[in-house]
T-cell receptor
């Protein structure tokens, strides 16, 4: 079974430029997460989707970040314009509904963004 | 707001030794996850702990959960170099939100 696929793996851009990341979750997973991981820290949630609905975007900087999940499958995360502080690894994860039976979230390999 | 704290944040140890990583959390949660992350790689799920007193073991790693103390431990037995990685604990807040600790960077020296 294919895992969570993200692209690109690496991206270097100049500040003020736009950038987009793409995520293809595990087939059948209704929940999709975007996390940001700064160097030496744990992942922090940016946005969570249930199917095509963004149900938790409280930590998404909406002035420059946007996300979409068309048809409840693939998702894109966009930053426009990028700032130096946006340099981080952006992780996508997907899961079935996390129930008490031990369902877990599976992570993609991430996109390492460097803003110069 | 759920807070998750791990300690130590950095751990350097010799092969063959035993050690424990601690994960404390601030509010009730009924599920705790342990993940491993190798440098430049994504997170790999190790354990899911669902109830008070739960204990799970895989090879040289054993995880336990004490929901009354709001504490989980990840115990490493007779460490080997291949276990060098960063280990994260994470808990569910509300519905479906995974909240991570800061991570423990483990280095095992031959």
């Amino acid at each position: 079974e294919a895992g969570v696929v993200q692209s690109p793996r690496y991206k270097i851009i100049e500040k003020k430029q736009p950038v987009a990341f793409w995520c293809n979750p595990i087939s059948g997973h209704n929940t999709l997460y975007w996390y940001r991981q700064n160097l030496g820290q744990g992942p922090e949630l940016l946005i969570r989707y249930e199917n095509e609905e963004a149900v938790d975007d409280s930590q998404l900087p909406k002035d420059r970040f946007s996300a979409e999940r068309l048809k409840g499958v693939d998702s894109t995360l966009k930053i426009q314009p990028a700032e130096l502080g946006d340099s981080a690894v952006y992780l996508c994860a997907s899961s079935d509904y996390l129930q008490g039976d031990g369902t877990e979230a599976f992570f993609g390999q991430g996109t390492r963004l460097t803003v110069v | 707001e759920l807070k998750v704290e791990q300690n130590p944040l950095f751990l350097s140890m010799q092969e063959g030794k035993n050690y424990t990583i601690y994960c404390n959390y601030s509010t009730t949660s009924d599920r705790l996850y342990w993940y491993r992350q190798d440098p430049g790689k994504s997170l790999e799920s190790l354990f899911v702990l669902l109830s008070n007193g739960a204990v799970k073991q895989e090879g040289r790693l054993m995880a336990s959960l004490d929901t009354k103390a709001r504490l989980s431990t990840l115990h490493i037995t007779a460490a080997v170099h291949d276990l060098s990685a960063t280990y994260f604990c994470a808990l569910i807040q509300g519905a479906q939100k995974l909240v991570f600790g800061q991570g423990t960077r483990l280095t095992i020296n031959p």
